[in-house]
């Protein structure tokens, strides 16, 4: 038998059987301090185990307790145990489905007749550890999947069994650790010992893959870190959330609502929060015409023949409401703004002198989203993109993406976002289009990045059906990221559109169109916004800026003056003149995250004046309402400094 050279990445070389494992090797080359960090490798771009023959020269890569990938596989074998000790406390009164690693975590998917309480998650928690104790191996054995089907049918897992026979393949693996074996194809973790910190968080219904014809099953979550320090930095991050979700913080400011009555899905904004969006608004119309964007207006249905031409009832008719009967003429509501702007290009004949054509539109659309994944205004069924479609010949077309790039880092420092990551996503399987105009396009967004110096990832196969993107992902204040900003190269609708305009050489040419959005749903970047600044938003932007409190009734007269000042100066302003105590109001004030309030007394009454106290408890000089008003204003010109 022939042996085989394994080197590891930045290390050294040695020949070795072929068959030998990534766990043998390592044996053979790390010193006993590196194997105590390495937890898996990566062969080949792909993160295998220590049960993994080699069967060709290779390079091993060590993923170590602190690289990106040891989480997933640390997360995915604590699952492992979870289910381990679920089964050790409850036998064969409870089923085991799948259990995978997600973000910030694990789950594992069980039936059982009773409901998990948080005293059962004392009881796995504290048989998981005395499993992680016993230092055992994660052991992989490949079995053909006839044996495999008759073991678990024997073991009456019909999960597992229905999983085997859906993969349609001659062999599965099977890990063991002590006596508890799982279907699974890793990888794990070398042995339990590894496995540092875990906490089981909350347990939710899942139907058995999804699906809502079958078994009801108990999804227990739970996470896993390396030592208890990050466990409890994230255990409180968690906590820290609960009091910025914005579906509290939208009830408790008074922002928004949601009612069965209207719809679920479907938000309606309350006087504060429209105020807060009618700023947002305003300021993404101004930057739009001082970057040199038209503003759009487009009708909410159209032709259902508008979505067949575009492909949207080919690639996204399961979120697409059904369409209606108008005159004999089927009507659908739209669900992407684009086709209405390619409307807008055929308005008339264009020439290269026109370009490029920037159009923008705040435009609100329509998706379904089955219930169970609507989650307050992150996941809604009715929202309106900060739209724009760019227009542009091909040699304009890095330029474009560029100022795009710009725009978008522009619009989200503003906000108070100065951390994301950026994603460029190639073509998916499921796509039309050249490969030259994909090779193009592909090429345009990468160059644009580059040049201007943005880190990014390359995300394989997630760009849309008509082209691929960049994606930016914001992280708030705990690290979380989110998906907002995007920008869309596309050579399809021009093409099936049939748009064109005339060249300098006058003849006709295709026109590049670029979909792209800044902070992706008002919706959706106004919950980050809510959970980002925990409800004390930025003055610019902020539904309430000042609050007037008296002291006594005497003051009430001079406390409607102020406010009529300052109304009159746009300052956004509420009185609170009840015959209450001062500490009682102010105390009323900082839970609702006013900015600033404004006490008067017989004093300020008698000097024109008003003391202004922040929402950090720190108070300033008394000054009169104009000083006031200049102070908000000069604030407010420092966007996304704070």
Not at 260 to 286: T, V, Y
Not at 388 to 410: G, T
Request: proline residues 4%; glycine residues 6%; aromatic residues 10%.
């Amino acid at each position: 038998m022939s042996d085989i050279t394994v080197t590891i990445a930045d290390g050294e070389s040695t020949q070795v059987p072929i068959s030998t494992t990534v766990g043998e090797v390592f044996v053979a080359l790390q010193s006993n301090k590196q194997r105590k960090r390495t937890v898996a490798a990566i062969l080949n771009g792909e993160v295998v185990d220590f049960n993994t023959p080699l069967s060709t020269d290779c390079t091993l890569s060590p993923v170590t307790i602190d690289s990106p990938e040891a989480l997933s596989v640390l997360r995915h074998s604590t699952a492992h145990i979870m289910a381990h000790a679920v089964r050790d406390i409850y036998g064969s009164d409870v089923k085991v489905a799948i259990g995978p690693s997600v973000d910030n975590g694990f789950y594992y998917d069980f039936l059982r007749s009773d409901p998990f309480t948080p005293e059962d998650f004392e009881k796995i928690e504290a048989r998981m550890l005395e499993i992680v104790r016993t230092g055992s191996l994660f052991e992989k054995t490949l079995y053909s999947s006839a044996e495999a089907i008759a073991r678990f049918e024997k073991e009456e897992e019909k999960y597992k069994v229905e999983l085997i026979q859906d993969l349609d393949v001659e062999e599965v693996s099977i890990y063991t650790v002590g006596d508890f074996a799982d279907l699974c194809r890793g990888p794990h973790l070398p042995s339990t010992s590894f496995i540092g910190a875990f906490k089981l968080l909350r347990v939710a219904g899942a139907y058995w893959r999804g699906d809502e014809k079958k078994d009801v099953l108990q999804r227990i979550y739970g996470t896993a870190f390396f030592d208890s320090k990050a466990l409890r930095k994230h255990l409180n991050n968690i906590e820290e959330a609960k009091k910025r979700d914005h579906r509290k913080l939208g009830k408790e400011l008074e922002l928004f609502t949601m009612q069965d009555s209207i719809g679920p899905g479907l938000p309606l904004w309350l006087p504060k929060g429209a105020r807060m969006r009618h700023q947002i608004e305003e300021f993404w119309k101004a930057e739009h015409y001082r970057h040199d964007y038209e503003l759009l207006y487009t009708p909410h249905i159209a032709r259902q023949d508008l979505w067949k031409t575009s492909g949207h009832l080919d690639f996204y008719a399961d979120s697409m409401y059904a369409g209606m009967d108008i005159d004999g003429v089927t009507y659908q509501i739209k669900p992407m703004n684009c086709p209405f702007h390619v409307g807008v290009y055929k308005a008339k004949k264009r020439s290269y002198r026109d370009f490029p054509l920037r159009w923008c539109e705040l435009g609100t659309v329509y998706r379904y989203e089955r219930a169970g994944a609507l989650h307050g205004l992150m996941r809604v069924r009715s929202f309106t993109q900060d739209d724009a479609h760019i227009f542009c010949r091909p040699e304009q077309l890095e330029d474009e993406i560029f100022n795009i790039l710009d725009f978008n880092l522009f619009i989200l420092k503003s906000f108070g976002f100065s951390e994301y990551d950026i994603y460029l996503s190639t073509r998916p399987e499921k796509s039309v289009g050249t490969d030259e105009n994909w090779d193009k396009s592909t090429n345009a967004l990468k160059l644009a990045l580059e040049k201007k110096g943005l880190k990014y990832e390359i995300d394989p196969g997630e760009g849309v059906f008509y082209g691929p993107k960049i994606d930016i992902k914001i992280k708030d204040q705990l690290g979380r990221s989110w998906q907002c900003s995007t920008v869309q190269v596309d050579f399809n609708l021009p093409e099936r559109f049939e748009l064109s305009y005339v060249g300098s050489d006058n003849s006709e040419h295709q026109p590049i169109m670029i979909h792209r959005a800044l902070m992706g749903s008002l919706e959706r970047f106004i919950g980050v916004l809510i959970e980002h600044h925990a409800g004390a938003f930025p003055l610019w932007f902020s539904p309430v800026q000042a609050r007037i409190l008296n002291i006594t009734d005497d003051q009430i007269e001079y406390g409607e003056k102020v406010y009529a000042e300052l109304r009159a100066a746009d300052i956004r302003v509420e009185k609170d003149l009840r015959n209450e105590k001062l500490n009682y109001k102010i105390r009323e004030a900082q839970l609702v995250k006013t900015p600033y309030m404004l006490i008067i007394g017989d004093k300020e009454k008698e000097d024109g004046t008003v003391t202004v106290r922040m929402r950090n408890g720190k108070n300033l000089d008394p000054m009169t309402v104009q000083e006031f008003v200049a102070l908000v204003l000069e604030e407010c010109q420092h966007k996304g400094d704070a």
